[in-house]
T-cell receptor
Framework: AQSVTQPDIHITVSEGASLELRCNYS??????LFWYVQSPGQGLQLLLK??????LVQGIKGFEAEFKRSQSSFNLRKPSVHWSDAAEYFC????????????FGRGTSLIVHP | EPEVTQTPSHQVTQMGQEVILRCVPI?????FYWYRQILGQKVEFLVS????????KSEIFDDQFSVERPDGSNFTLKIRSTKLEDSAMYFC??????????????FGQGTRLTVV
Protein backbone atom coordinates (compact mmCIF):
# COMPACT_ATOMS: atom_id res chain seq x y z
CA ALA A 1 0.00 0.00 0.00
CA GLN A 2 1.12 3.52 -0.64
CA SER A 3 2.23 5.85 2.15
CA VAL A 4 3.28 9.47 2.50
CA THR A 5 5.82 10.99 4.86
CA GLN A 6 6.05 14.66 5.67
CA PRO A 7 9.03 14.78 8.00
CA ASP A 8 8.57 18.36 9.19
CA ILE A 9 5.71 19.00 11.60
CA HIS A 10 6.37 22.76 11.74
CA ILE A 11 8.37 25.06 9.52
CA THR A 12 9.04 28.68 10.41
CA VAL A 13 10.18 31.18 7.80
CA SER A 14 10.43 34.93 7.54
CA GLU A 15 8.22 36.77 5.11
CA GLY A 16 10.01 37.09 1.79
CA ALA A 17 12.21 34.05 2.39
CA SER A 18 12.11 30.96 0.23
CA LEU A 19 10.27 27.84 1.31
CA GLU A 20 10.62 24.12 0.74
CA LEU A 21 8.25 21.59 2.30
CA ARG A 22 9.29 17.98 2.05
CA CYS A 23 7.21 15.02 0.99
CA ASN A 24 8.32 11.45 0.42
CA TYR A 25 6.09 8.66 -0.77
CA SER A 26 6.24 4.93 -0.90
CA UNK A 27 4.65 3.25 -3.89
CA UNK A 28 5.89 0.75 -6.43
CA UNK A 29 4.86 2.56 -9.60
CA UNK A 30 4.59 6.25 -10.44
CA UNK A 31 1.80 7.63 -8.33
CA UNK A 32 -0.39 10.64 -8.78
CA LEU A 33 0.87 13.30 -6.35
CA PHE A 34 -0.89 16.27 -4.83
CA TRP A 35 -0.28 19.15 -2.48
CA TYR A 36 -3.19 20.66 -0.57
CA VAL A 37 -3.30 23.69 1.71
CA GLN A 38 -5.64 24.31 4.61
CA SER A 39 -5.98 27.85 5.90
CA PRO A 40 -7.70 28.32 9.27
CA GLY A 41 -11.42 27.60 9.03
CA GLN A 42 -11.15 26.52 5.40
CA GLY A 43 -11.29 23.21 3.60
CA LEU A 44 -8.33 21.54 1.96
CA GLN A 45 -7.56 23.42 -1.25
CA LEU A 46 -5.62 21.83 -4.07
CA LEU A 47 -2.37 23.70 -4.79
CA LEU A 48 -0.98 21.50 -7.55
CA LYS A 49 -0.75 17.95 -8.84
CA UNK A 50 1.59 15.70 -10.80
CA UNK A 51 0.61 12.80 -13.02
CA UNK A 52 3.21 12.49 -15.73
CA UNK A 53 5.45 14.49 -18.05
CA UNK A 54 7.38 17.53 -16.87
CA UNK A 55 8.60 16.82 -13.36
CA LEU A 56 8.36 20.46 -12.29
CA VAL A 57 4.75 21.48 -11.87
CA GLN A 58 3.35 24.91 -11.24
CA GLY A 59 0.39 25.53 -8.99
CA ILE A 60 -1.70 28.32 -7.63
CA LYS A 61 -0.47 31.08 -5.32
CA GLY A 62 3.05 30.95 -6.75
CA PHE A 63 3.82 27.42 -5.55
CA GLU A 64 5.68 24.78 -7.50
CA ALA A 65 6.71 21.19 -6.80
CA GLU A 66 9.27 18.87 -8.30
CA PHE A 67 8.81 15.13 -8.69
CA LYS A 68 12.05 13.21 -8.21
CA ARG A 69 11.56 9.53 -8.89
CA SER A 70 15.05 8.58 -7.68
CA GLN A 71 14.30 10.11 -4.28
CA SER A 72 10.60 9.24 -4.16
CA SER A 73 10.00 12.86 -3.34
CA PHE A 74 7.59 15.60 -4.30
CA ASN A 75 8.76 18.71 -2.45
CA LEU A 76 6.78 21.91 -2.49
CA ARG A 77 8.58 25.21 -3.03
CA LYS A 78 7.90 28.90 -3.13
CA PRO A 79 10.59 31.49 -3.84
CA SER A 80 9.18 34.23 -1.62
CA VAL A 81 6.70 33.53 1.17
CA HIS A 82 3.90 35.92 2.05
CA TRP A 83 2.31 36.18 5.52
CA SER A 84 -0.94 34.84 4.02
CA ASP A 85 0.83 31.55 3.21
CA ALA A 86 0.73 30.60 6.89
CA ALA A 87 -1.36 27.42 6.87
CA GLU A 88 -1.25 23.64 7.07
CA TYR A 89 0.14 21.88 3.99
CA PHE A 90 -0.68 18.30 3.09
CA CYS A 91 0.97 16.02 0.58
CA UNK A 92 -1.14 13.21 -0.86
CA UNK A 93 -0.63 10.27 -3.19
CA UNK A 94 -3.04 8.26 -5.30
CA UNK A 95 -2.02 4.84 -6.54
CA UNK A 96 -2.65 4.79 -10.26
CA UNK A 97 -4.28 1.49 -11.08
CA UNK A 98 -5.22 1.00 -7.45
CA UNK A 99 -8.13 2.27 -5.44
CA UNK A 100 -7.74 5.89 -6.61
CA UNK A 101 -8.25 7.04 -3.03
CA UNK A 102 -5.90 9.77 -1.81
CA UNK A 103 -3.50 8.84 0.98
CA PHE A 104 -2.26 11.80 3.00
CA GLY A 105 0.72 12.69 5.10
CA ARG A 106 0.41 14.23 8.55
CA GLY A 107 0.77 17.77 7.26
CA THR A 108 3.32 20.51 7.84
CA SER A 109 2.33 23.66 9.65
CA LEU A 110 3.91 26.76 8.10
CA ILE A 111 4.52 29.74 10.37
CA VAL A 112 5.50 33.01 8.74
CA HIS A 113 7.31 35.70 10.74
CA PRO A 114 7.01 39.32 9.63
CA GLU B 1 -17.27 28.19 -6.99
CA PRO B 2 -18.99 25.03 -5.76
CA GLU B 3 -17.72 23.71 -2.47
CA VAL B 4 -18.15 20.89 0.01
CA THR B 5 -19.74 22.08 3.23
CA GLN B 6 -19.65 20.37 6.59
CA THR B 7 -21.72 20.94 9.69
CA PRO B 8 -21.19 21.52 12.49
CA SER B 9 -17.69 23.00 12.53
CA HIS B 10 -17.22 21.92 16.13
CA GLN B 11 -19.01 19.26 18.14
CA VAL B 12 -18.51 18.24 21.72
CA THR B 13 -20.11 15.03 22.86
CA GLN B 14 -20.02 12.76 25.86
CA MET B 15 -18.38 9.38 25.65
CA GLY B 16 -20.88 6.72 24.64
CA GLN B 17 -23.16 9.13 22.81
CA GLU B 18 -24.01 8.86 19.14
CA VAL B 19 -22.90 11.64 16.80
CA ILE B 20 -23.79 12.41 13.22
CA LEU B 21 -21.44 14.52 11.15
CA ARG B 22 -23.01 16.08 8.10
CA CYS B 23 -21.63 16.94 4.70
CA VAL B 24 -23.10 18.41 1.56
CA PRO B 25 -20.92 17.33 -1.37
CA ILE B 26 -20.73 19.17 -4.67
CA UNK B 27 -23.95 18.49 -6.49
CA UNK B 28 -22.77 16.64 -9.61
CA UNK B 29 -20.17 14.56 -7.79
CA UNK B 30 -20.53 10.81 -7.59
CA UNK B 31 -17.80 9.72 -5.16
CA PHE B 32 -17.79 10.66 -1.49
CA TYR B 33 -15.20 10.20 1.20
CA TRP B 34 -14.63 10.61 4.92
CA TYR B 35 -11.20 11.15 6.43
CA ARG B 36 -10.12 11.96 9.95
CA GLN B 37 -7.08 13.55 11.53
CA ILE B 38 -6.29 12.93 15.16
CA LEU B 39 -4.29 15.86 16.49
CA GLY B 40 -0.67 15.60 15.44
CA GLN B 41 -1.20 12.53 13.29
CA LYS B 42 -1.80 11.75 9.65
CA VAL B 43 -4.97 12.44 7.77
CA GLU B 44 -6.44 8.93 7.64
CA PHE B 45 -8.87 7.53 5.13
CA LEU B 46 -12.05 6.12 6.65
CA VAL B 47 -14.47 5.25 3.87
CA SER B 48 -15.49 5.94 0.30
CA UNK B 49 -19.02 5.77 -1.06
CA UNK B 50 -20.26 5.37 -4.60
CA UNK B 51 -23.56 4.39 -6.15
CA UNK B 52 -25.24 4.32 -2.76
CA UNK B 53 -22.87 1.88 -1.20
CA UNK B 54 -19.50 1.72 0.48
CA UNK B 55 -16.79 1.12 -2.13
CA UNK B 56 -13.75 1.06 0.16
CA LYS B 57 -13.17 1.27 3.88
CA SER B 58 -10.16 1.25 6.14
CA GLU B 59 -9.48 -0.79 9.25
CA ILE B 60 -10.52 2.21 11.31
CA PHE B 61 -14.05 2.07 9.91
CA ASP B 62 -15.42 -0.60 12.21
CA ASP B 63 -18.98 -1.42 13.25
CA GLN B 64 -19.19 1.78 15.28
CA PHE B 65 -19.14 3.80 12.08
CA SER B 66 -21.73 4.05 9.34
CA VAL B 67 -22.34 6.33 6.38
CA GLU B 68 -25.48 7.28 4.61
CA ARG B 69 -26.69 9.45 1.78
CA PRO B 70 -30.22 9.92 3.02
CA ASP B 71 -31.67 12.35 0.54
CA GLY B 72 -29.44 12.72 -2.51
CA SER B 73 -27.68 15.81 -1.21
CA ASN B 74 -26.36 15.07 2.28
CA PHE B 75 -23.66 12.55 3.12
CA THR B 76 -23.43 11.66 6.79
CA LEU B 77 -21.00 9.86 9.05
CA LYS B 78 -22.46 8.33 12.19
CA ILE B 79 -20.45 7.16 15.15
CA ARG B 80 -22.69 4.94 17.24
CA SER B 81 -21.04 5.09 20.64
CA THR B 82 -18.22 7.58 20.77
CA LYS B 83 -14.94 6.88 22.51
CA LEU B 84 -12.34 9.34 23.69
CA GLU B 85 -10.06 8.24 20.86
CA ASP B 86 -12.66 9.32 18.30
CA SER B 87 -11.73 12.92 19.05
CA ALA B 88 -10.36 14.24 15.78
CA MET B 89 -10.97 16.52 12.83
CA TYR B 90 -13.25 14.79 10.33
CA PHE B 91 -13.04 15.79 6.68
CA CYS B 92 -15.61 15.07 4.02
CA UNK B 93 -14.65 15.08 0.34
CA UNK B 94 -16.27 14.47 -3.00
CA UNK B 95 -15.12 13.95 -6.57
CA UNK B 96 -16.78 13.79 -9.94
CA UNK B 97 -15.08 10.51 -10.76
CA UNK B 98 -12.14 8.45 -9.60
CA UNK B 99 -9.32 10.77 -8.52
CA UNK B 100 -6.79 10.99 -11.30
CA UNK B 101 -5.31 13.20 -13.99
CA UNK B 102 -8.56 14.97 -14.77
CA UNK B 103 -10.38 14.61 -11.49
CA UNK B 104 -9.55 16.03 -8.09
CA UNK B 105 -11.16 15.50 -4.72
CA UNK B 106 -12.70 18.57 -3.11
CA PHE B 107 -12.64 18.78 0.67
CA GLY B 108 -14.80 20.47 3.23
CA GLN B 109 -13.46 22.59 6.07
CA GLY B 110 -13.79 19.78 8.57
CA THR B 111 -15.73 19.08 11.75
CA ARG B 112 -13.73 19.05 14.95
CA LEU B 113 -15.18 16.36 17.20
CA THR B 114 -14.27 16.38 20.86
CA VAL B 115 -15.35 13.45 23.00
CA VAL B 116 -15.32 14.14 26.75
Amino acid sequence: AQSVTQPDIHITVSEGASLELRCNYSYGATPYLFWYVQSPGQGLQLLLKYFSGDTLVQGIKGFEAEFKRSQSSFNLRKPSVHWSDAAEYFCAVVASGGSYIPTFGRGTSLIVHP
Amino acid sequence: EPEVTQTPSHQVTQMGQEVILRCVPISNHLYFYWYRQILGQKVEFLVSFYNNEISEKSEIFDDQFSVERPDGSNFTLKIRSTKLEDSAMYFCASSEGLVGPNTEAFFGQGTRLTVV
